[in-house]
């Protein structure tokens, strides 16, 4: 049975890796004899057991077109081996997801598979109401293929609710195509980079270009990444539902964000918004056509952004640093998604081989390679790496991000109350303050009085 530990120890584990480490840091190995053996154990999971009676399962996911396109080759191929199971999926983009599930887990009646946020196990399933305990079904699913500090980020009420498909964390990318444009030939790796870039692109490119885009909530997440930068204090600490930062400290990160809306390095939300609605930057004309330069995004989005360019701006599409904005390293990663299987469902046994399947086995893994992200399965990694399905610009964005951040993350971060898009604290906040709704002390007052509540 795995056991849950504190998300310091877990994100401690997981935090300073490099490059070399990177295997390691996903539950890897880099010998070839123990990768085999792992590889075995994780086949071997799913054959002896399952029903050979007709079963009808069904699965829930997000995402864009190739990852649908992923998970479908990966379930026609797991129905080609267990003929008897037929699996059903239904799966969209992100936009109204979390809303659509929250209403099936309230209800029970969400799918027998599903594709979740590391974060809904609070949201939806605190008191181990919404998942099965994976426990239960370790005949059928390797859990040997994950280290115990990624279990144990998603061990909640005691319960084993999910296992985790990959990490993440926030970092830089750059369209060096505009840059060189603008004569600016690296990427930018400190705070006067950016300010410098800011004034550059203004003189020589035009008002309409800008070498960042942060949208609402990406600068909650950036001005987090200052703050921890420059106090070397974590965000949160969920074991004594404490915030560990002041309203006045937090009003400093927001004169930080607001300093580079007024350095031009970042399109003010009004502008943005008028000229796009609530479409995601990489949807914008200003993205595809290199008029915002950079992003700051979770590392499983690379191809997401490279693939929006347009031919002149895609090869320009480069990983950048992270940014050093004080004697701390700031910034925190996470569990980016996981895989569980919902209570209701009527077949554990047959849904646990799918995620195996999919997660642990040759032949489902080297197809998902890592369209949900840097595999953490060892197996699984492995698999994927063996079969040329490991996107570079996504292992070089996970590898510099883990190498980079130690801040453990809080589960409450992410709640619904504080990330909703339409009536999140974090959107009321930075959007209230891009429309002078607030002064940089109101909007601080507003954000700390929010996340205490959260917290609480």
């Known amino acids: 049975m795995s056991k849950a530990i504190s998300r310091r120890d877990f994100m401690k584990v997981t935090g300073a890796v490099g490059a070399a480490g990177l295997l390691a840091a996903c539950g890897g190995s880099s010998n070839s004899t123990a990768a085999s053996t792992a590889s075995s154990a994780a086949e071997a999971a799913s054959v002896a057991g399952l029903s050979s009676d ?16 992923a998970y479908q080759d990966a379930i026609k191929a797991f129905s080609a081996e267990h003929s008897n199971i037929t699996v059903n999926p239904t799966f969209a983009a992100w936009s109204g997801w979390e809303d659509t599930m929250s209403t099936k887990f309230a209800g029970g009646v969400a799918e027998d598979v599903c ?5 809904w196990l609070y949201n939806y399933s605190g008191n181990g109401q919404t998942f099965l305990d994976l426990n239960s079904v370790t005949d059928y699913l390797d859990m040997s293929q994950w280290d115990d500090a990624k279990l144990g980020a998603c061990n909640v009420a005691n319960a084993q609710q999910c296992v985790p498909i990959s990490m993440t964390g926030r970092i830089f990318y750059w369209n060096m195509t505009t840059f060189n444009k603008a004569g600016i030939t690296e990427v930018p790796k400190s705070l006067d980079d950016l300010m410098a870039a800011g004034k550059t692109f203004q003189e020589k490119l035009g008002d309409d270009y800008y070498p960042l885009h942060l949208g609402a909530y990406d600068r909650m997440i950036l001005m987090v990444f200052y703050l921890e930068s420059k106090y070397g204090k974590d965000w949160a600490d969920p074991t004594t539902s404490t915030l560990n930062y002041t309203a006045d400290e937090i009003a400093e990160g927001i004169d930080f964000i607001k300093s580079l809306v007024d350095g031009h390095v970042i399109m003010s939300l009004p502008t943005y918004y008028g ?17 915002l330069a950079g992003c700051f995004e979770w590392d499983s989005s690379a191809t997401k952004y490279q693939d929006a ?24 990663s996470k569990v980016s998604m996981g895989m569980a299987i919902t209570k209701s469902c009527q077949h554990p046994v047959e849904a646990a081989a799918l995620i195996n399947f999919i997660l642990n086995e040759k032949e489902g893994a080297s197809i998902m390679g890592t369209q949900c992200g840097m595999v953490c ?5 492995e698999y994927a790496k063996e079969a ?6 996504i292992l070089e964005a996970n590898t510099k991000v883990m190498a980079f951040v130690d801040q453990p993350f809080d589960p409450c971060y992410e709640s619904t109350s504080l990330k909703d898009e339409t009536n999140g604290v974090y959107s009321d906040v930075f959007e209230g303050f891009s429309y002078d709704q607030y002064d940089s002390a109101e909007a601080a007052q507003t954000l700390y009085d929010g996340i205490c509540e959260a917290l609480a």
């Open 115 to 119: 594709q979740i946020n590391w974060n």
């Open 388 to 393: 040329g399905a490991v996107n570079d610009l």
């Open 275 to 291: 000229s796009n609605g609530d479409n995601a930057a990489h949807q914008s004309t200003e993205w595809i056509t290199g008029k």
């Open 377 to 381: 399965s060892k197996a699984g990694q």
């Open 54 to 69: 007709p079963v009808t399962l069904t699965m829930s996911w997000w995402g864009g077109e190739s990852r649908h396109n």
């Open 309 to 332: 360019l347009d031919e002149e701006n895609k090869p320009g599409f480069t990983v950048g640093e992270e940014i050093k904005f004080g004697d701390y390293n700031g910034g925190f």
